[in-house]
């Protein structure tokens, strides 16, 4: 138990849903991010919120789109996906951007697009 | 910004000593050591993180050389569940972009 939450752990969607994936920290940090894993490759980072405000978006497609409600909940739409975009999405909060570079991470959502 | 260099792969027996050894050559004079382990399917978790000389935590122990261009991890008596991914990071304050894993070192031990 690392005090970060993510839900749903698995996710099966089509190719024209509209689906979410949700991040919950109770550990008082002002800082998320949203980390892609894909099959054997290294995380990739792909948002940064410090205190509710993006601070890092990195080039990541339209087809996801953030929403940081406020510092304890972080969620990522998703619509319009392609099967490439299939992967672990994992959360993550520290309790500033960057830090000294100790992130809590979530246990991960297993996303599958058809 | 800093990059880390790490052998791809590493095996070795329960109840052996392990050190992984990451290379950061162009580290910056703020920027700490940490390192990370990730199992199949879930986060990474932290390990153990350090400036320079030697940390020792209930995991790991940490020993950064004085020029700090290098880094080992060091895992007392590996078991069975120690088989898993380890990252090594050189992070700085206030910089979310330098939280960038690498490919990692996969852990394998072997009964």
Known sequence: ETGVTQTPRHLVMGMTNKKSLKCEQHLGHNAMYWYKQSAKKPLELMFVYNFKEQTENNSVPSRFSPECPNSSHLFLHLHTLQPEDSALYLCASSQEEGGTGELFFGEGSRLTVL | ?111
């Not at chain 2, 050389?65 to 569940?81: E, H, I, N, Q, Y």
């Open chain 2, 1 to 111: 910004l800093a990059k880390t260099t790490q052998p791809i792969s590493m095996d070795s027996y329960e109840g052996q000593e392990v050190n992984i050894t990451c290379s950061h050559n162009n580290i910056a004079t703020n920027d700490y050591i940490t390192w990370y382990q990730q199992f199949p399917s879930q986060g990474p978790r932290f390990i153990i993180q350090g400036y320079k000389t030697k940390v020792t935590n209930e995991v790991a122990s940490l020993f950064i050389p004085a020029d700090r261009k290098s880094s080992t991890l060091s895992l007392p008596r590996v078991s069975l569940s120690d088989t898993a991914v380890y990252y090594c990071l050189s992070i700085s304050s206030g910089s979310a972009r330098q939280l960038t894993f690498g490919s990692g070192t996969q852990l394998t031990v072997l009964p």
